[in-house]
């Protein structure tokens, strides 16, 4: 999909399916909605009339011009309460506007930026939040050789339409950044929902060094040879039981001012399938450990993004990529392992193999100079128990770092919610025959659990981690966010990056 900024009156603009919208509260149509009213005679006031148009949200009226405008077909989507809205709902109307379009085969598709008018935002993040709305709204996973009742239908252009010049300078510049974003997590949907033979260690590693040449980043892969050189002993050690050998990927990007000392370390979970390892979990949903390295994905994603948005910070990114399986020579309960850091680890449950690559990741991250660190993660079940899939678990050790990352996702509309890392909890992982213990046997407190574990490597460098266990993979479609992959929090660390 194109999407383009053209000035225009969208009573005059030709294409398949022109897009305006409604409040739920609004009692008459108002803005483009009120002048395409007008050119078809007041159709839409007469349909509200009649119930047939409300402004609730998700809901999507087609009415069909008859050549009184130059739009074939024009959509009326709703917005939702006046109060209630926000730039979630802004991408909700934008993502039932592209999903009609598809229904309807409309190749050229014409919308007004939603909520411009408003006043409740600026422009740039209104026009910003429509195109991300239709990335996100419109992407589906093709699969391979799934049996399609017909074609996927690719809408070919998305055109923003505004008849003020001085207007379009920021709408331009909102698209470019819907577009720069929403492409970001939906390139990370894609790695996502792909199965686990197809997105291996390995496959990972040759898309993030093909991706970044085309931007202008920098990218290391290191195979089982170097990482048993440079000892990284705890994700040697998850790997062991893998036939698809682990790959440590480093990406760097560095565009920060000169003399900018400060460098961001982004970490994410790339473990491409977990069967849990020898303590293998139970077969129900296990296909769903295809998305274990959605942080990873996320990564990846950020640090091309990063670069077309030109961030001026310097970063470095580093993805551990390894299988979790069970094997003859696979890691066990019980066992001792070293790590980068030099400390030791008491393995008490192999399932909890995230952690154990995220503290080799977070320590290599912190040898090549990042001086704060993001790490993302499916890191426990937990996560889910405690939040669902409505946001991702936030912890850190720095309060001001973690508010600045809660206030990047309050923009990005990817929810989080902060965990406390009490002292005490720190004792739940003392162990009698090692520095620490990889996890607990009750499970209590999994996620702030994991957050501790983590912190023990990461040491006194601000550091924030997302736990995305509940929020990476929907089960069911919800809002803007179809089924399946959901590219969190790609949008909200870009945001964080960038500052637009
Ligand atoms: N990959 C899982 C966490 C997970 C669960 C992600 C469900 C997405 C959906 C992780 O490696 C894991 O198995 N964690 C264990 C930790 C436990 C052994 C302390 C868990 O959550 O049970
Ligand atoms: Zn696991
Ligand atoms: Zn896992």
Known sequence: MRIKVERKSI?????????????????????SCAAVNKVLDGLIVKLMKEGEISGKSERVTLIHTHD??????VVVVGLGKTKKFDMNAIRTAASAAIQVAKKVKAAKVCSIVHGAGT??????????????????GSYEYEGIGREKDEPVFK?????????????MIDIRQGATY???????????????????????????????????????????VFDITDIKKMGLEALWNVARGSEEREKLIVMRWNGGKRGDKEVIGLIGKGVTFD???ISLKGSKNLWEMKTDMAGGAAV??????????KVKRNIVAVVPATENMPDGASLKPGDVIGSLSGKTIEIISTDAEGRLILADAVTYAKKLGATKLIDVATLTGGCTVALGDAASGLMGNDQKFVDEVVAASQKSGEKVWQLPLFEEYGE?????????????????ASPIIGGIFIEKFVEDTPWVHIDIAGTAFLRKKRTYLPRGATGVPVRTVLEYLSGV
Request: hydrophobic share 45%; net charge neutral.
């Open 300 to 309: 990846i994603e950020i640090m091309i993004a990063a670069a077309r948005l």
């Open 11 to 31: 009573t005059d603009i030709p294409c398949d399916l022109l897009v305006v919208n409604l409040f739920e509260d609004a009692e008459i149509p108002s803005g």
């Open 155 to 167: 809408v070919k252009e998305f055109i923003i339409v505004e008849r003020d010049k001085i207007k």
């Open 178 to 220: 819907g577009e720069i974003f929403g492409r970001a997590a939906v390139r990370a949907k894609d790695l996502v929902n792909a199965p686990s033979n197809v997105v291996t260690p390995n496959y990972l590693a040759n898309y993030a060094r093909d991706n970044a040449r085309k931007v202008g980043v920098k990218c290391d």
């Open 68 to 73: 009184k405008i130059p739009a074939k077909r």
């Open 428 to 444: 739940y992982l003392k162990s009698d025959v090692a520095y620490i213990q990889s996890c607990t046997e009750t499970g209590m």
């Open 275 to 277: 069967s849990g390892g």
């Open 119 to 136: 006043g409740k935002f600026n422009i740039i993040d209104a026009a910003r939040a429509t195109v991300e709305g239709t990335l996100i």
